[in-house]
């Protein structure tokens, strides 16, 4: 099974941009599913986007996003389809969370940000917005 490994948190003005990665400890074997969650001590795990690979030649993957993150952060995987990223840009103080990356062999549309979906999550890295 793949383990994942989160970096690139940090502390950040409101309005300045963090990239966050997540490294895998092998390969994808596959169709997959990708995603990056949050979460703030006290409140329920956020999805905040998603990466669902399943063509054959690993072209043009599905994206979907939490509405508090579209057209502020991108996410993004590496063209040896290893690493995932999260350009986070404008960034705001209710960014502020712990983010996790996950994975699963699929992703439906509708529920690509249920947590419980996900069977292999990392540690998480903090990403800390200050206003």
């Known amino acids: 099974q793949v383990q994942l490994f989160e970096s690139g948190g940090g502390s950040v003005e409101a309005g300045g941009s963090l990239r966050l990665s997540c490294e895998p400890s092998?390969?994808?074997?596959?169709?997959?599913?990708l995603a990056w969650f949050r979460q703030v001590p006290g409140k329920e795990r956020e999805g905040v986007a998603a990466?669902?690979?399943?063509?054959?030649?690993?072209?043009?993957?599905?994206?979907y996003y939490a509405d508090s993150v579209k057209g502020r952060f991108t996410i993004s995987q590496d063209s040896a389809k290893r690493r995932l990223y999260l350009q986070m840009d404008n960034v705001k103080p209710e960014d502020t969370a712990r983010y996790y990356c996950a994975h699963r062999g699929s992703c439906n549309p509708s529920v690509w940000h249920l947590g419980t979906l996900y069977n292999t999550w990392g540690q998480g890295t903090q990403v800390t917005v200050s206003s």
């Open positions: 990466l669902y690979q399943y063509r054959p030649d690993r072209s043009r993957p599905d994206t």
């Open positions: 092998g390969h994808y074997v596959n169709m997959y599913c």
